[in-house]
């Protein structure tokens, strides 16, 4: 069985002392559940959030990364910079980098590389639009995202890889794919990958993002091909998120 995984993507959100007090909310509420938790708040904070964590099971994932271990990228942050921090995730390819940053696959697929070769768990975020979707093109996007993101990638490696399938039109509109249209999302994709990683494609963990809330994480949760979810506003409430990574139990 693939063990769950239910990440916090915290955005452009919380001051370090916000964070500690986020985080020691979060871990009063999930201590001893068998579920992989991550939270990824801003990069000005992961060191202080690493700190609160050492105590706890939390891991400590950052929201994007360079595809060059160093160089001349002012403004930019390297994997082994997020390591050093205490990372041991990495989220790349979020929709709001490919729409406000220009990141386009080739982009990401070199980003994935560098993680998986400095050792850090990336969780790649792929989605269509609501225009997309529309057209009937979901099959086309999202899975011409996931065929980028690991074009060139060794199986082996790839198969480390975590997926969160996040339909745009569902990012912090209040509006949630339905559980029947994320599951045939999740199980196309989850094909798709056994098409390139054989057998190993059943092991693969894919989340669902898009407005989960303690409301509807249960039965987004149960569906076969759903292995967790990325969370983003409701993992900015220590209360709320606790109760999604409940319903994934």
Not at 57 to 82: C, K, P, V, Y
Not at 165 to 178: D, L, N, Q, S
Not at 222 to 228: E, P
Not at 239 to 245: D, E, K, P, R
Request: charged letters at 20%; a negative charge; one cysteine or more.
């Amino acid at each position: 069985m693939r063990r769950p995984i239910v990440a916090g993507n915290w955005k452009m959100h919380k001051t370090a002392a916000e964070a500690v007090e986020l985080v020691e909310g979060i871990k009063s509420l999930v201590a001893g559940l068998d579920v992989e938790i991550v939270v990824c708040p801003p990069f000005t904070c992961l060191e202080t959030v690493c700190a609160a964590l050492a105590d706890s099971a939390i891991g400590l994932g950052a929201q994007n990364m360079h595809w060059e271990r160093q160089g001349a990228f002012t403004g930019e942050i390297s994997s082994d910079m997020l390591l050093a921090a205490g990372c041991s995730y990495v989220l790349l390819g979020h929709s709001e980098r490919r729409q406000f940053c220009g990141e386009d696959d080739s982009l990401v697929n070199r980003k994935l590389a560098c993680a998986l070769q400095a050792g850090l768990c990336p969780i790649v975020c792929v989605g269509e639009t609501l225009q997309e979707r529309e057209a009937g093109r979901i099959e086309e996007v999202v899975l011409g995202q996931v065929g980028g993101a690991i074009a060139g990638i060794e199986a082996g490696a790839a198969s480390a890889v975590v997926w969160a399938y996040e339909p745009v039109w569902a990012i912090g509109t209040g509006v949630t794919a339905t559980a029947a249209q994320a599951e045939e999302v999740h199980a196309m994709m989850r094909h798709f990958l056994a098409g390139h990683l054989g057998k190993a494609a059943d092991e693969v963990r894919i989340q669902y993002g898009g407005s989960v809330k303690p409301e509807n994480a249960a039965e987004l949760f149960a569906q076969a091909n759903i292995d967790g979810g990325l969370i983003g506003g409701a993992a900015l409430d220590a209360g709320q998120f606790a109760a999604i990574v409940k319903a994934a139990l």
